[in-house]
């Protein structure tokens, strides 16, 4: 589904990304763990066009899409969760799920706001609160569901525990393994290792902008050195 | 799980649109039925000189609220939009006095020509951002300004006289009439303000608001940003060239000094002063801005000095303007 090739990015003469290669196949969830400034948020950026790739590719549903503007790799079919979130502090929460449906193209067809106060009853409490008067964790699930009312085939999370408590944590995970369940791929860039080894299939680890390990999450789990290594747990 | 979730999403979005005002809007809502109810008895009660300046500050208005959708709302500060206030006068001008259209004519081609004319100024200005985007309108308006002061097709520095008002004889009266005149911007204004306030309250509305926000995240949704700031732009020229268009009317010429920065710098001050981001803020900051600066002329001839006080003092104690200063009243009482 996803498949992205050599991908070389630079920040002005910083070569950060170095080559990276991973794959997301359909209905899998796949994390991208490493330190502080390895280059997962970048991988990230570049598969969106945020921060475009000098060298490699990005294919995504066999359509090359490594040089697109960045609301054309989202129309798409792929939704982007950031790390700041990006919660408007003057819009409510219903008009955020509103503005997020009319960008997707394809109307998908199950009832997509609905759907996403049924899986988060907690926005449906607040649907007229303004996104700044919202908690960090209710940030952070209207950000998923954001994500989810454009139906995309794959969806792209880039560290969502960051700042969130343990109870929401274990709320957020159990929605995501849903969301993986129902036919939506995951990708995942995490600091939390409990959290990406309980959701994730296959796993990278990136150090220096590098792909210094790939494989399911099992043998990660089983490979102390490259924990010990590039992970400290 | 509450049975109105079980919608589907069609009626859902339909439900969105039709949520009961929240209490901030129903008390705009009152607020701008006062503000028409009495603009329209207002001429039974004051004397000519009182409506003059209404007629200034509602022309005005319409100037800033053109301003306040693409600073207030996209959150671009430009300080070009006297070009398009020039343009509206120079329009009808040119339609009625050179081509001898009549002016039912010449209003509307003047503003299809209007929109037309800045959606590829919007194109190239709004690939610029903050300082950027403040300066290339600028530079803009100014060769603008610079071409009409020249340009002898259109009399130069001296500008164009005889812009005719409407015809309003099927009506029985005349526009020339300053009560007729008073009611006739006033329609125009209101007409104005509600078609403004289908724009910001539409989905198109919250796009640009939320290009204002954060721009990089709307493109992340999957929203072409550059076409709605182009869009925005295109917009808000056309509502600042209806202004032009009352204002040449109003006094019956059109002169470069239409398209000067000063104006351009008013608009803006209205805004902030009104506050930005809330439709009927630069109303309110037209109509404060006239009647100080009117009144600081009668005490002082150093008047743009103590309006420049008055400004910072607004801008110190009045956080959001002055609307959003009564409607942080307004949400302290509640």
Redesign the interface.
Known sequence: MLKVEHLHTYYGEGHILQGVDLSVTTAQCVAVLGRNGAGKTTTLRSI?G?TPARRGRVVFNEIDITRL???RI??SGIA?V?EDR?I????TV??HL????????H?PR?????YV??IF?RL?ERR?SLGGQLSGGEQQMLAVG?ALV?GPDLMILDEPSEGLAPVIIEKLEAVLKDIKASGTALLLVEQNYHLATQLADYVYVLSQGRVQFAGDTESLIANNDIRRTYLSV | MSADVALSSEQRIGVLKRLPLPASRRAYAALFALFAVSLCALPSFVSGYVMTLAVEAMIAGVFASGINLLTGYTGLVSLGQAMFLGFGGYGIAIGTALLGWPLWISAPVTLVVVAAIAAPIGAICTRTRGVEFLLITLAFSQMFYGAAIKLRWTNGSDGMTGIPRPDLSLLGVSADNPTVFYYYVLAVAVLSLLMLWRIVTSPFGSVLVGIRENERRMMSMGYSVANYKIGSFALAAVICAVAGILQSQYTYFVNPDAMSWQMSGEGVLMVIIGGANVVLGPFVGATVFVVVKQALSMITEEYNLFFGIFFMLVVALFRGGVLGFISTLIGKRQ
């Not at chain 1, 408007?88 to 819009?91: D, E, I, N, R, S």
């Not at chain 1, 509103?98 to 193209?105: D, E």
């Not at chain 1, 199950?110 to 609905?114: D, N, Q």
């Open positions: 969106l945020l503007s960045t609301h989202v129309r982007f950031p990006g408007f502090p003057t819009v219903e008009e509103a503005i997020a449906y009319g960008a997707s193209k109307r199950r009832k997509p706001i609905a106060f049924e009853p449906a007229r954001r454009a």
